[in-house]
Structure formats: structure tokens, C-alpha cells
T-cell receptor
């Protein structure tokens, strides 16, 4: 099966700095990679995703990059704000018909004002 | 507009009790999932269902069973609760062939077994 590793487990940055979270996956058949943000006491929410035929995707202050050869993908948050503080999960989906995700272990991001 | 509803936000049960966690979705999704969330371990799949009365084991099914009698409802059952099942349980749903549009998660049930 798929194995998704996520680093770092905790990340503390100063407001305005950039934050980068990295994930690696093991199954080259994985073709869809979403990122979820979970604020304290709330459900995970999809914030950005990338498909295997794309190398980079950007949405305002967040971006995701994918390196299929190396089997890793990263979340980049620029100009961080205190409301970015949350736990972020990466995930990998194997095939459309499998319909289940393998999640990373999560990164707790703390943005200090 | 809540789309995936978990019946209880917090539950406290005794060791050995039979526990039912309920999840209901109103999006007509074929797929439903139960995960447990533990610090440092992320989200681990317990069971999933891709159709009514159909179920598949996830990565950590031991000690759990599920039931899906109706499309909109997916129940997680702890046959005999144990303290190591104390955790946050998250339900999610998605369309078949539409998982690439992401899951919709419930708000979670924090279960404490004493």
C-alpha cells in the first residue's frame, strides 16, 4: 500500500515569514495530492490540491509543488498570518476508483505574531 | 450548511461497553469512511464503504466493525470498548470517481474510554 511521510511534525514561524511542509509518498501510481488544514476543534478542510500531471499550483498565499520523479510534494505558505496556525495534513490518492486517501501524520504550524 | 454530521461531539464510555458512532451525509455520496486521529499518527483509516451494505477494511480495523444499511448513514461500532480506543474519530464521504475533489469531513467525535 501507499506510505505518506510528512515533515516537520511541528513548525514555528514569525508572522510574515514563509512556511514549507514536505511530504513523500511511496506508490508511483498515486495521482492526486490534496492538503488539508485543521484548526483546533474543527474538521479538516481542503485548502489546495495538485494532480500528477501538474508540477505546481498556486492560490494566493499558498502553493503546492509536486516532483513525481522524486515522489515528493510540498506546501508553501508565504506571508504567514496568525490565522494560518493549524495542523496541516498532506494526502495521496491512488487511482480514481480506489477512492481512499493515505494521510501524512500532520504538521502543527504555529505563526507567532 | 453542515453536510457530514456525526451524532456526538464528545462521548465517555466504560471499558467493555459496545459503542456506536453515527455518521450521516446529505450529499448522496457513494463512499464513506471512518478515520481515527491521534497526535503524531495523523489520520488512519479504520473502514470504508463504497456502497450500501458494502465495506472494506482499512489499515486498523481490529476491534471495530461497521454498518451501512442506508446510503446516507455509516456507523462505526466498537464491539467491546478498550482504553486504547480513546481517540478522535472522523467520518468522511466522497463521490465514486470524484475523490479527487476531496473528502468532506464531519466535525469529529472525541471518544474517551475509562
Amino acid at each position: 500500500g501507499e506510505n505518506v511521510e510528512q515533515h516537520p511534525s511541528t513548525l514555528s514561524v514569525q508572522e510574515g515569514d514563509s512556511a514549507v511542509i514536505k511530504c513523500t509518498y511511496s506508490d508511483s501510481a498515486s495521482n492526486y495530492f490534496p492538503w488539508y488544514k485543521q484548526e483546533l476543534g474543527k474538521r479538516p478542510q481542503l485548502i489546495i490540491d495538485i494532480r500528477s500531471n501538474v508540477g505546481e499550483k498556486k492560490d494566493q498565499r499558498i502553493a503546492v509543488t509536486l516532483n513525481k520523479t522524486a515522489k515528493h510534494f510540498s506546501l508553501h505558505i508565504t506571508e504567514t498570518q496568525p490565522e494560518d496556525s493549524a495542523v496541516y495534513f498532506c494526502a495521496a490518492l491512488i487511482g480514481i476508483n480506489f477512492n481512499k486517501f493515505y494521510f501524512g501524520s500532520g504538521t502543527k504550524l504555529n505563526v507567532k505574531p | 450548511d453542515v453536510k457530514v454530521t456525526q451524532s456526538s461531539r464528545y462521548l465517555v464510555k466504560r471499558t467493555g461497553e459496545k459503542v456506536f458512532l453515527e455518521c450521516v451525509q446529505d450529499m448522496d455520496h457513494e463512499n464513506m469512511f471512518w478515520y481515527r486521529q491521534d497526535p503524531g499518527l495523523g489520520l488512519r483509516l479504520i473502514y470504508f464503504s463504497y456502497d450500501v451494505k458494502m465495506k472494506e477494511k482499512g489499515d486498523i480495523p481490529e476491534g471495530y466493525s461497521v454498518s451501512r444499511e442506508k446510503k446516507e448513514r455509516f456507523s462505526l461500532i466498537l464491539e467491546s470498548a478498550s482504553t486504547n480506543q480513546t481517540s478522535m474519530y472522523l467520518c468522511a464521504s466522497s463521490w465514486t470517481g470524484g475523490a479527487q475533489y476531496g473528502y468532506t469531513f464531519g466535525s469529529g467525535t472525541r471518544l474517551t474510554v475509562v
